[in-house]
């Protein structure tokens, strides 16, 4: 049973019952015997029956953010947790070479790099990798594969994850530079893309659901496990849905034994040139990194020709039952009809890519989180954009002021949403009925950008719901 608050005037009422049931003709509502014997008694009842609420929220953490900080640490401290100072920064770096490897160069775990010391601070924050990666001399695979065109290196790339914890440790582009101690075969490291932001202090009610979740997972081979790891670990990721077994939203379980798909909501995009060869047109040519985010520029190295994306080529992204993971196979078709290099001649592709696919897989492909007898793949969820287009009848106050409120508090609804939530009428309304000075809402569009039509929106798990306030039209009755 569910322990609710009982209020001094509620105690005294009971008291006052009590004691008339033996004595009717005290008078209990007014006099000495309330003044000195019912109210006092009742005050204190009050407050101790406030400090068993209190304790029944805090044991089954309900209302977690009124709960006081140093209770809430003292509770999940029972599963060895702690509250977070942070997170730590996580980026991915390039270790490269002027001329190609004479022989297999590996990064190990653990190394250390670190940026150049701040003047102004006097601090240099130091980061470590946190996967294995191997440069190898010879074919197979061939050393050419690790050439970057644009740069001029022998390039590999490495996730590497910051000593310190909190936001104090996001750095920006080309500012990891320094290695710590010296690494046979390789001439320098920088990083191409910022780091994904440390997060701040954990607030209650995060430390709360990270400790319900893991109690649920405390084992990282199962679903909640995983999806417990990913938020305790990966800064980056803000949900996660695991789709396995018997579940309609799995499409590979037929090919793949064991196949489990973790799709998660984050990214951290890194740029990449590749370079290949022209093959023709409708002739699909995947990148070299998975997933892409977008393509920069499609050039020919000969002619120094740049070529229009939707004219001379298309960008072609979630092909095959491994799209937006590290497998897939995301490039570019050329177009018949526009302009292109000759056959043979050799194309850079400029692109960015998710390389938090990466990042997540190589934390799974170590011994000690390694799951045997599932094929675990990572994928990068979508956005699903919708459109929607109200009419708001204000029943008082400011008509603008009332509009940008409501505006303001659906937006913020629609974009907090996570993993597989659906956008339903009910819940809007719900947010717009609470706002003062409503008095009436209905929609004439409520449905995926480029449709028509007002009903409820079905999210699947691999994609959630956002709104912009383009998209967001509010007509004033």
Not at 162 to 187: C, F, N, V
Request: proline share 4%.
């Amino acid at each position: 049973m569910a322990i609710t608050r009982v209020t001094a005037s509620e105690f005294a009422d009971q008291i006052s019952t009590n004691v008339n049931t033996r004595n009717r003709t005290l008078d209990t509502r007014v006099g000495p015997i309330r003044d000195l014997f019912v109210d006092p008694f009742s005050y204190v009842l009050e407050n101790q029956n406030d400090r068993i609420v209190y304790l029944n929220d805090l044991t089954s953490l309900k209302n977690a953010p009124n709960l006081v900080p140093d209770d809430l640490d003292d509770i999940v401290y029972n599963e060895n947790m702690v509250r977070w100072a942070g997170s730590r920064a996580i980026t991915t770096v390039i270790f490269a070479r002027i001329n190609p490897p004479t022989s297999d160069i590996v990064i190990p775990v653990n190394f250390p790099i670190a940026t150049k010391v701040n003047p102004q601070t006097g601090v240099s924050i130091l980061f470590r990798t946190i996967e294995s990666q191997t440069m190898y001399a010879s074919s197979p695979p061939s050393a050419s594969r690790y050439y970057n065109n644009t740069s001029k290196r022998f390039e590999i790339e490495v996730a590497v994850a910051s000593i310190m914890q909190g936001t104090t440790a996001s750095i920006g582009q080309y500012t990891i530079t320094e290695m710590r101690r010296p690494l046979s075969g390789i001439d320098e490291v920088y990083n191409v893309a910022s780091t994904t932001a440390g997060r701040p202090l954990e607030t209650n009610q995060e430390l709360a659901d990270r400790y319900l979740l893991h109690v649920e997972g405390s084992q990282v081979g199962t679903p909640a496990g995983i999806k417990r790891f990913l938020l305790d670990n990966i800064s980056s990721v803000t949900d996660s849905f695991i789709v396995y077994g018997s579940s309609a939203y799995l499409t590979r379980e037929d090919s793949d034994a064991g196949a489990v798909d973790v799709w998660f909501m984050g990214d951290a995009p890194a740029t990449r040139s590749y370079l290949t060869t022209y093959p023709g047109t409708y002739i699909l040519q995947s990148v070299d990194f998975q997933p892409i985010m977008s393509v920069t520029s499609v050039s020919s190295v000969a002619g120094a020709a740049t070529y229009t994306e939707g004219t001379d080529y298309e960008v072609v992204k979630g092909l095959t039952e491994y799209s937006y993971s590290n497998r897939g196979n995301d490039g570019i078709r050329w177009l018949p009809g526009g302009s292109h290099p000759a056959i043979g001649q050799d194309v850079t592709i400029a692109y960015t890519y998710n390389s938090l696919n990466n990042v997540i897989s190589s934390f799974f492909t170590q011994e000690e989180y390694y799951s045997m007898g599932t094929d675990l793949l990572f994928r990068w969820a979508q956005q699903t954009s919708i459109e929607i287009e109200a009419t708001l009848k204000v029943r008082s106050g400011t008509p603008t002021t009332v509009t940008n409120v409501v505006r303001d508090a659906v937006l913020a609804y629609i974009n907090s949403l996570k993993l597989g939530q659906n956008v339903e009428e009910f819940d809007i309304d719900s947010v717009v009925s609470k706002i003062f000075g409503v008095d009436n809402w209905t929609y004439t569009k409520l449905c995926i950008k480029g449709g028509t039509g007002v009903g409820d929106i079905t999210i699947e798990p691999s994609s959630y719901a956002r709104l912009l306030a383009s998209d967001f039209v509010i007509n004033v009755a």
